[in-house]
């Protein structure tokens, strides 16, 4: 059974940063994708980014340049570096892994923006 364990949400305040941290385990398969997904009151959930396993990338236009994801094939664990956040990132962020063509989902870590 995959589990995903989250960390690193938080209050900030405009322009701080907070760094999440997602880590997978119950599973020998190979991590195809590993990514962020957020989700604000009243709206639906959205991709952040997302990362392959030979390291390619994608964001959000929305938080290009400011958000850097990783992760660490060898532990099973990807990371967001969330910079510069401004109100508009207030969400619930979603850790998701994709393995052998199924989607398994954290359970959510809150990230409020004050202004």
């Known amino acids: 059974q995959v589990q995903l364990v989250e960390s690193g949400g938080g209050l900030v305040q405009t322009g701080g940063s907070l760094r999440l941290s997602c880590a997978a385990s119950g599973s020998n398969d190979r991590i195809e994708l590993m990514g962020w997904y957020r989700q604000a009151p009243g709206s639906q959930r959205e991709l952040v980014a997302r990362s392959t396993s030979i390291g390619g990338t994608n964001y959000a236009d929305s938080v290009k340049g400011r958000f850097t994801i990783s992760r660490d094939n060898a532990d099973n664990t990807v990371y967001l570096q969330m910079n510069n956040l401004k109100p508009d990132d207030t969400a619930v962020y979603y850790c998701?892994?994709?393995?052998?063509?199924?989607?398994?989902w954290g359970q959510g870590t809150q990230v409020t923006v004050s202004s």
């Open positions: 998701n892994v994709l393995i052998q063509g199924y989607n398994y």
